[in-house]
């Protein structure tokens, strides 16, 4: 047999259990040994000690194969709570009907676009964003991920300000990892290896707004004009930072006197995350170009966009090709989107994630009152919830622990000092006691014996 007829063989016996509705645990086991073994030798073997952050001591191959509504299972038939929700993909719920529908039904007359002719649910998808996004928020260019959402604004950005090439962005900023996204980024483990990154960015504490303001003067009188502003509404990997109303009004006041634009990465903020359909509504700031991705896919397709205001969406009309995508803004994305908003509307989940969060958040308090010396903080807005820990070993052994009883959490990029409660805007009030009743229960039994061993 020729290596390709071997390759062909395998693929058809993955095939073979991909078509599966129920696996025997004779598939388990081999989908187990196959992923491990898969990741250790052809992706990366530093993902299985990953895996450790969130199981117990050598527990790393839990293999996830399905999901729905708030939970997922593993190939064992082990079912989770999902209160990581691939890190805030999932606001819908995992395979909301509706989304899935859409993407099946759009498959079975187009899957991608031509290039050439226009392509009819990228010029809808368009017009409903403009009418639900704030202020004057019009147009819009479609990416398949968040670090290309960015990517697109500060490429539109310099075009805008074609003067100036300085950008202010925040200390525990995360906005991606390519060149252009990771400069902006504020985790210095991510930025060092590849340093010198693109040119002209600053850091700046996030919350200070007088910081802000002296770093425009700086700027000015130095004749390095700050050309625009990125910040997340609410830091996300940052570790769940909520800033004043005053901060982000005060900094959008700030680019109108200096003539900077303010890009609001909502990457994990947006479709509905945190009690609104973006985050900038809670504080009453409209900024001149939004990024978008995550759960803007609805969790079935990966999709993001960059919407902005036609003055500065207005360098792109000359010429659209400077900056392009070949598969952003294609008719399975568009029609994941369109059928994601609305199930927002329609199902009120940006007000039901306000109500849950809130309740959610309460409980977990109440669960913490007792273990000062564990939890630092609880701090959250509608679903989108950080439990600040006193270190970052507490926080991996809570996040073992309400791993092992059937809750998936995670810290906030590698860094388990503070964990993140994002489940599905869908999670029902059975399900967040269940979330709130495990984490009380990690903190008085699990976590002592944890420490001990």
């Known amino acids: 047999m020729t290596k390709n007829q071997q390759v062909a063989n395998y693929i058809n016996q993955v095939l073979s259990l991909v078509e599966k509705k129920e696996l025997t645990p004779e598939d388990a086991k081999w989908i187990t040994e196959e992923t491990v073994e898969g990741f250790r030798e052809n992706i990366n073997p530093g993902f299985l000690e990953y895996r450790k952050t969130v199981t117990v001591d050598n527990q790393f191959a839990a293999v996830e194969w399905s999901d729905e509504g708030s939970h997922f299972k593993d190939v064992n038939g082990k079912e989770y709570i999902d209160c990581l929700g691939g890190f805030g993909i999932y606001n819908v719920g995992h395979r909301n009907p509706k989304v899935l529908k859409a993407v099946t039904d759009q498959l079975q007359h187009q899957a991608l676009h031509s290039q050439d002719l226009l392509d009819p649910l990228r010029g809808m998808l368009g017009k409903v964003l403009a009418e639900i996004t704030p202020g004057d928020l019009k147009y819009s260019f479609f990416t398949n991920s968040g670090t290309e959402s960015v990517e697109c ?3 539109i950005a310099k075009m805008y300000n074609t003067e100036r090439s300085t950008f202010i962005a925040a200390t525990k900023a995360f906005h991606g990892k390519s060149l ?10 991510f930025r060092k290896p590849f340093q010198p990154l693109i040119p002209g960015f600053r850091h700046v504490p996030y919350g200070d707004l007088d910081y802000m303001r002296k770093t425009f003067e700086a700027c000015q009188a130095t004749g390095d004009d700050v050309a625009a502003v990125i910040l997340e509404p609410i830091q996300g990997e940052g570790g769940i930072i909520i800033p004043t109303r005053e901060y982000l009004q005060g900094v959008r006041d700030l680019c109108d006197e200096f003539g900077a634009l303010l890009i609001f990465d909502e990457v994990q903020t947006g479709m509905g995350r945190t009690g609104a359909m973006f985050a900038s509504e809670l504080f009453g700031v409209t900024p001149d170009i939004l990024a978008l991705a995550k759960a803007f896919g609805g969790g079935i397709m990966p999709a993001g966009a960059v919407v902005g205001n036609e003055k500065v969406f207005s360098v792109l009309f000359e010429n659209p090709f400077m900056h392009t995508t070949t598969f952003g803004g294609n008719p399975l ?3 994941a989107a369109l059928a994601t908003i609305s199930v927002l509307i329609e199902d009120e989940l940006p007000q039901r994630a306000a109500e849950v969060g809130e309740y959610m958040l309460k409980g977990l308090r109440e669960a913490a009152e007792a273990h000062g010396d564990k939890v630092l903080e609880i701090r959250g807005i509608g679903l989108m919830i950080g439990i600040e820990f006193h270190t ?9 622990g309400m791993f092992d009883e059937g809750v998936l959490v995670a810290g906030t990029l590698i860094n388990s000092k503070t964990i993140r409660i994002e489940p599905p805007l869908t999670i029902s009030y059975e399900e967040a006691d269940q979330v709130i009743g495990t984490f009380k229960k990690v903190l008085a039994e699990k976590f002592d014996e944890a420490l001990v061993k």
């Open 392 to 400: 970052d070993e507490i926080g991996y052994e809570v996040s073992k």
């Open 180 to 189: 252009g996204a990771l400069s902006s980024t504020a985790k210095g483990i």
């Open 333 to 335: 994305a568009c029609a």
């Open 153 to 155: 604004a500060l490429k």
